[in-house]
């Protein structure tokens, strides 16, 4: 939940709707209704961001930047090489390392800072394993380096610098071939402290500088040429011209925030250059189109978690996390860049075909010109170095595996949290509770887990239960377990300042909060009041925060009990964009360097709280709100406070596909809308687009009426109803994918492209997407819509209506009516999907159940799926190998079921109870071959008009080898 | 894997007339849909759709497409299951519930293959539940006398009511005629007195008139001695110059022509043309012998009025006892009494005027005096008529709006009328006054939230008297505004049972009363209807 403005604060502080603060409500009042949506005026923009509007004043052009190919050293491992600011005479340090699985890692530090700047630790899993490079050819222009096989090469120019990675003839991706690299160096204030030492104490500051020299050296020592970079600098450092102070660089004021900027100007920036790419996707959070928009003209993309009241749609404001990582793609080649800064960024997007006006379109082609797109991102951040990895694809499951390899997959969930979640803001008591999981029950509704908000705990302190209201949280949560339910409580990172309280108490003597710039424990204005942020960027502040939710220590609590972490991108009221001070200390490092990654490691911190609990045997669940690269390794992320519109409905699919193709696959939108009283229509039909979401779970604003699903009368109940059962009904695919996800880092759902990426048409697409690669889903997202237009990719191959199992050809616009029962979805001719078709009240009472297998045949008459089981809640499956994951294959009219993973051993009780082929032709009888080689005749219907095929009861095990053979 | 074909039958313990017999069927089926699961013959979908061997009912496999070859198992998404439950109630259940590691039927049969750990609760529950309708029937008897002595009183309240009523209209009958006499009489007294006050008045006029010109010589000579500054007996215009007060032109001198023009255009007048001269002066002209006062700037008044002001607000009666007025009074306009502090404004007095200390009027002589206490009296008793009028109209107007009310059926609910229930929470004393308002109050400090005045009945069609309905409270920050719903149920006490907020300011009250009790025969049914054995 948001609501900086004060508003939800207010709702809060009013409950039970008693207005206690009339006056001061009244005041607000205005102030809220005024803000229908979000205030803009609370967030910066790129002019008001000082060094965003410094860097974007440097236009591209000749880069003062040169390579000093002298100093060039080269390793088994990697190869350094200085560069040098013509104009300022700083020098930077330059690493390449070729790493594992076709990547290559660019990075760029001053050579010689006044100190240390901020390098991202505990994102990437490892430290990126590295291959040889080699060095091809060098001259007094540049060098040329292999990157092994493939013929790729990078080429480095030294004047002005640039790098180039080609492959064979072609150039993949260009780095500073705008020219826009930039470093502003670390320096000492000029008006203060280095004047006053040049004319007072000159000699002491002579000798600081060699000591920092010095030290340099020694580190270098070895690597040879050190010494004329040395001379070298010295000569530099005559010519040297002082750089002008510019406005913003040793302070700055936005609103009536100041930050007070003691290190000065340390902001970076870097070009990179697609040729032949005209689609670049992802750099998350934005509620915005798949397909990333030129900004030219308008302000850039923009990385910086904040809690944003209200958001608008179809706008590059900066939400709740952010995920630095581009992807390009054309018909040749899928491409990423992974810029590893978690400072304040900004995202430039110029596509130099898309810009062109209709006329210079024309133009070129009267005159014949054949120049083809390209598209060039400029990533400007706040503080820290450059970082780059460039994954060189070439396809998209590449670019996945890559970005995998250095962040990690997605958490695997359990089974239930795969279900369906029933949120509000809020369940007002252990009654309420009580009286809502019944409703299911008594509506015949199947759900996994209830949450509770903020209202539950005792004057939101966290890790606590309000004392009237929820007196016997365990008496709760045993009601729950006993319906084999579960429930999420909201635990946030800001900590109520109150000497009565056991959290904030420990934290205090402990030394755990993020400190202001002058070492005071920094405060602000969130839920409970005055708040404390405890600095989640310590490892041992995250080891106690674990800690705290062992069941001794949080009271109350029991295993069926899971987190919510809100608010954590840190959201605080009253700073400045609803924000923590740049300024404020982690240690040593100022908010400016960590921020956004301070979310990640708040989930970070409960996830292993909550394994820790269960000594290491249960997956947690975590949802957080703010994100960052890695944060898919801790749970889950939903796209914070939409709105009941029909426009956030559509939103919430680009929104997850985004974040699908950064690696994050557990996503969902609060289904509904958070804000505002959806219609029936709209709710009914944002069930039938979330059940077919990842993470599918309704939430509503405190000051919105109710809305549980049997409130809208029964053609309405039975309509959600449908929608939840078909989601249970398709949990052994969720699972298989998320299973998938976690092994791979391939996305759950996807955006078409990925898996037809050399058919231009899915390129946009963002009305629709795949689950895997074998189920199209096409929500219906428009009000009052008779029929949608469906895309269905896929030359040759066919794909057949999951609801009426009618076949359509691939490549073409499909227009389907719809009904309000409708959720248009298919299944790729060639696939085979399995599902359960006994809905029970929650995905635990289906573990056993027996499945159904859909065989989709391909026109070749084929079909390929996998089916996934285990304990579907523990680390067995990782630790102990205790999984099922099998291959199931048709062809030859043979359906036969084959070990994927030999070296596993689980065993299931689930069966094959049905096994339903789309396509068929009527075979005379069929016979089943059983593990020990006994046959078997197995009952069979057929129907002609549909072309299918269903055997009756087949009963093998479902962990089982086994050949059904039609003859 | 498969689900055994052993536990296709059940043997189930039926007591009916206190004799035990074993009646054998399929598992799930109710007892009443036997004969169409007969073994060893196939068995036709109940929904005639197809005929499938009778093995393969309950073989876990779902062949009919309304479920019914399979009762026993989950294989049919739309299936139901039958429990028995031999103590308590037999019920149906999904079929999605059975195996499903959950306990729903009492006696268990539900988890038979699960491994499920359920109790057969059957007849605890059986007991609990007749306790339950036993005490439900106690008090539904007691209640159902108690409401027969609420519609008795109904009655008896409603005629006399009536004749109330009645009486009051004769009353406000002859009150109108009173008022209307009284009226005369005072109209009659009020002319003589007017008549001698205006005598009075006019004779006092005179006498100010003669004494005004008396005290105007006396300054003129008084003016005319001062000026007259060599004492030659006339005043010049060098003289009438000193006087700058005297300017005309408002150039802050008095010139000769405009001390010429003062004097008549001569030179000089002596005391008797000095007449008309101080005529043109005397408004003006400012005494020798007085020190001038300093400079005639007006104070500012609202530095003294300001903190009056301030003051003022002390006045105000704070939250809670604009409250409690309130709370006394069933009227609806009350809703805003603040509103008549408001329209008191600060008074600022303003000093009387020293000067006119002298010229107030003389009393009245006795024979005014006489008249004027007669009219007096006479107004007084047409006002207090005119006032009895009013109360009798209003009474009138009160009986008529509570006969207005829908009281129920037989009026059983008039009782309720202008009474008011509390329940007080952990942080709230809610307040229900039926047919009139539903109002909660923090317990430690702060105003009363309106939670809805009252609307309507909004029970079911059947019975429309079990809920109440109460709209149009105070109004909800982004939302509507508040409402109450009132679930009435039988009870000996009539008592705010419980408060809650299901949705953003849309509370439930549960309410006992007497007045919704049903004749026992019905509950009776209830309680001995259920027995199927």
Known sequence: ?967 | MMTCTHLLFMISLAVSSGAAVEVQRPRGVPLSKRQFYEENKPFTCLDGSRTIPFDRVNDDYCDCKDGSDEPGTAACPNGSFHCTNAGFRPTFIPSSRINDGICDCCDTTDEYNSGAKCENTCKELGRKEREVLQKMAEITKEGFLLKQQLIQEAKNRQQEKQSKLTELQNNKKELEEKVEALRTVKETAEQPEKEAKERHLKAWEEQKAIIHAEKDKAKMAEAFLELDDDADGFVAVAELQTHAELDTDADGTVSETEAQGLLGGVDRVDTASFENVWNNIKDKYVSESQPVEPAPVDAPPEEGSKPLADNDSEQYPSDDDVQEEEDEDDEEEDDYPEEDFDKAPPTIKTPPKKDEDEEAMPPYDDETQVLIDAAQKARDNFEESERALRDVDDQIKNIEKEISFDFGPDAEFSYLYSQCYELSTSEYIYKLCPFNRVSQKPKYGGSETNLGTWGTWAGPEDNRYLVMKYEHGTGCWQGPNRSTTVKLTCGKETTVMSTSEPSRCEYLMEFTTPAVCQEPDAVNSLLHGHDEF
Not at chain 1, 74 to 87: E, H, K
Not at chain 1, 383 to 406: E, R, T
């Open chain 1, 1 to 967: 939940m948001t609501e900086p403005e004060g508003a939800k604060f207010i709702a809060a502080k009013m409950a039970p709707s008693v207005d206690r603060m009339v006056p001061l409500l009244v005041a607000l009042l205005f102030l809220c209704l005024g803000a229908e949506a979000v205030d803009r005026s609370n967030f910066k923009t790129c002019e008001q961001s000082s060094f965003c509007k410094r860097q974007r004043e440097l236009k591209p052009g000749q880069s003062p930047y040169r390579a000093l190919l002298d100093t060039l050293e080269l390793s088994d491992s990697r190869i350094t090489l200085q560069l040098i600011n013509d104009n300022n005479k700083v020098r930077l340090l330059l690493e390449l390392y070729r790493l594992q699985g076709n990547m290559t890692r660019v990075k760029i530090n001053e050579l010689k800072p006044l100190k240390p700047r901020y390098e991202v630790p505990d994102v990437l899993i490892t430290d990126p394993p590295t291959e040889p490079m080699t060095l091809v050819a060098q001259d007094e222009n540049g060098l040329v380096l292999s990157l092994g096989v493939d013929e790729q090469r990078v080429i480095v120019s030294a004047r002005p610098f640039r790098l180039d990675i080609v492959e064979g003839p072609t150039v993949l991706l260009s780095l500073n071939s705008r020219g826009l690299l930039t470093f502003e160096h670390l320096r000492l204030r000029k008006d203060t402290i280095s004047h006053k030492i040049t004319s007072t104490v000159g000699s002491m500051w002579d000798s600081i500088k060699s000591v920092f020299s010095s030290k340099h050296d020694a580190d270098t020592e070895d690597g040879g040429g050190s010494e004329n970079a040395e001379q070298a600098e010295d000569e530099d450092e005559q010519a040297v011209k002082e750089e002008e102070d510019k406005p913003g660089m040793w302070e700055e004021t936005f609103k009536t925030h100041s930050d007070s900027k003691p290190n000065g100007p340390s902001s970076i920036s870097l070009d990179f250059s697609f040729p032949g790419v005209d689609h670049v996707y992802g750099i998350p959070e934005h509620a915005d189109t798949l397909k990333l928009k030129n900004t030219d003209g308008g302000d850039p993309y923009r990385l910086y978690n904040l809690d944003v009241f209200q958001y608008e749609l179809h706008n590059l404001m900066a939400l709740y996390g952010a995920v630095p990582v581009i992807i390009s793609h054309n018909t040749q080649r899928t491409m990423g860049i992974f810029w590893l800064n978690a400072a304040e960024t900004w995202v430039d997007i110029s596509s130099s075909t898309a810009g062109k006006t209709v006329f210079g379109k024309m133009m070129d082609f009267v005159q014949g010109s054949n120049e083809a797109p390209q598209t060039d991102v400029r990533w400007i951040s706040e503080s820290g170095i450059i970082d780059v990895f460039v994954m060189l694809g070439p396809k998209p499951n590449d670019v996945f595996a890559q970005y995998a390899s250095l962040t990690g997959t997605q958490a695997f969930p359990s089974l239930s949290m795969l279900g369906y979640h029933q949120c509000r803001w809020n369940y007002n008591d252990q009654e309420d509770v009580k009286a809502v999981d019944e409703g299911f029950d008594e509506h015949d509704i199947p759900y996994d887990f209830i949450w509770l908000d903020i209202e539950h705990t005792d004057g939101k302190r966290y890790f606590t239960w309000d004392p009237n209201k929820f007196a016997q949280p365990k008496e709760m949560l045993q009601g729950l377990m006993d319906k084999r339910r579960k429930m999420v409580a909201i635990v946030d990172p800001h900590i109520k300042v109150d000497s009565g309280y056991k959290i904030h108490n420990e934290i205090r003597s402990k030394n755990f909060y993020v400190k202001t710039k002058d070492g005071a424990d920094y405060e602000g204005w969130c839920w409970p009041g005055n708040s404390g942020y405890p600095d989640f960027t310590n490892p041992e502040m995250r080891a106690w925060w674990a800690s705290q939710f062992a069941y001794d220590q949080y009271k109350g609590s029991m295993e069926n009990l899971y987190t919510w972490n809100d608010m954590n991108e840190p959201s605080v009221f009253n700073g400045p964009e609803v924000t923590m001070h740049k300024d404020a200390l982690h240690g040593s490092w100022e908010h400016r360097d960590v921020h956004n990654i301070y979310g990640l490691y708040v989930q970070r911190a409960t996830f292993e709280g909550l394994i820790q609990r269960s000594g290491g045997i249960e997956r947690p669940f975590v949802l957080s709100r703010a994100f960052f690269a890695g944060s898919q390794r801790y749970g889950a992320i939903w796209t914070g406070d939409n709105a009941a519109e029909w426009g956030h409905l559509k939103i919430s699919i680009p929104m997850c596909l985004s974040l699908g193709l950064v690696g994050i696959s557990f996503c969902g939108a609060d289904v509904g809308g958070f804000f505002k009283h959806p219609s029936t229509e709209l709710l009914v039909r944002w069930y039938q687009a979330g059940a077919y979401q990842p993470f599918f779970r309704t939430h509503a604003h405190l000051d919105t009426p109710r809305r549980e699903p049997w409130l809208f009368g029964p053609d309405n109940t039975a309509l959600i109803r449908e929608a939840i059962r078909q989601r249970y009904a398709l949990l052994p695919l969720w699972y298989q994918l998320f299973y998938n996800a976690y092994r791979t880092g391939q996305p759950v759902m996807r955006a078409l492209w990925v898996e037809y990426p050399k058919e231009p048409a899915t390129f946009a697409i963002e009305d629709e997407y795949l689950l895997g690669k074998d189920l199209l889903v096409h929500p219906v997202t428009d009000e009052g819509a008779k029929g949608v237009t469906a895309y269905l990719p896929g030359k040759g191959e066919v794909w057949y209506d999951v609801h009426t199992f009618q076949k359509h050809k691939g490549a073409q616009n499909l227009y389907i009516p719809v009904t309000m029962s409708s959720i248009p979805v298919f299944q790729r001719g060639g696939s085979i999907i399995s599902r359960k078709n006994r809905v029970r009240r929650s995905s635990v009472c289906m573990e056993t159940d027996p499945y159904t297998l859909y065989v989709a045949l391909s026109p070749q008459g084929t079909a390929e799926g996998e089916i996934y089981i285990d304990d579907f809640h523990t680390f067995n499956f990782e630790k102990e190998k205790q999984f099922i994951h099998r291959r199931l294959h048709f062809s030859d009219n043979a359906l036969s079921s084959s070990n994927l993973a030999p070296d596993s051993n689980f065993s299931t009780a689930a069966w094959i109870e049905k096994v339903i082929i789309l396509g068929a032709s009527q075979p005379n009888s069929i016979s089943l071959t059983a593990a020990d080689g006994t046959k078997s005749a197995v009952e069979f219907e057929f129907d002609s008009a549909a072309s299918v095929l269903t055997l009756r009861k087949p009963g093998v095990n479902a962990g089982a080898d086994w050949t059904v053979l039609l003859q």
